[in-house]
């Protein structure tokens, strides 16, 4: 069965440093979106992406964010300047047409220090 | 943001009786409701959804019931299995907002053999 693809599993990296998450959606999904969740909070939307643009984006996601389809099969997103506060495990996700469900990837746990 | 409730964090089940984990609901615009499963260091993993067309929908163990007038929605197991041992989110999207999620906090199921 196809699936959602996550690097790396865990980032560890130094405030003020820049750090991009990497996915690969399901190839022919066409809705990609980015989530995320705090040890212990509920899991949070971020970002999401159609159509090489972003669609809907949430507060949390402000200008220190970024997304990128760079080459029709990664979907990445870029925190410029970490904050001990970006620590959480952020989820990659895609899914098909309208309503239809969205699939998951196991996560990339990243840690500020 | 408490758009999407699951008011209880565990239950304890014994293997081969019903599970019944509840979801409470405050957006009306909400009209796609989606139950994940989680283990622990992976994604959420879909397990079933219900359009806001339909009170029913079943696969194979697992049904689940919507209730759009008391904005309520529940996932049965029916039997369960020691295997479904996870924590179940339950999701909800709206219409025209790219179908970004918005998560409960999840209830975290012990099927006991």
């Known amino acids: 069965e196809p699936e959602v693809t996550q690097t790396p599993s865990h980032q560890v990296t130094q405030m003020g440093q820049e750090v991009i998450l990497r996915c690969v959606p399901i190839s022919n999904h066409l809705y990609f979106y980015w989530y995320r969740q705090i040890l212990g909070q509920k899991v949070e939307f971020l970002v999401s992406f159609y159509n090489n643009e972003i669609s809907e984006k949430s507060e949390i996601f402000d200008d220190q964010f970024s997304v990128e389809r760079p080459d029709g099969s990664n979907f990445t997103l870029k925190i410029r300047s970490t904050k001990l506060e970006d620590s959480a495990m952020y989820f990659c996700a895609s899914g098909g047409q309208g309503a239809e469900p969205q699939h998951f990837g196991d996560g990339t746990r990243l840690s500020i220090l | 943001d408490q758009q999407v409730k699951q008011n209880s964090p565990s239950l304890s089940v014994q293997e081969g009786r019903i599970s019944i984990l509840n979801c409470d609901y405050t957006?009306?615009?909400?009209?796609?409701f989606l139950w994940y499963k989680k283990y622990p260091a992976e994604g959420p993993t879909f397990l079933i959804s219900i359009s806001s067309i339909k009170d029913k929908n079943e696969d194979g163990r697992f049904t689940v019931f919507l209730n759009k007038s008391a904005k309520h929605l529940s996932l049965h197991i029916v039997p369960s299995q020691p295997g479904d041992s996870a924590v179940y989110f339950c999701?909800?999207?709206?219409?025209?907002?790219?179908?970004?999620?918005?998560f409960g906090s999840g209830t975290q199921l012990t099927v006991l053999p």
């Open positions: 999701a909800a999207s709206a219409q025209g907002s790219a179908r970004q999620l918005t």
């Open positions: 957006n009306s615009m909400f009209d796609y």
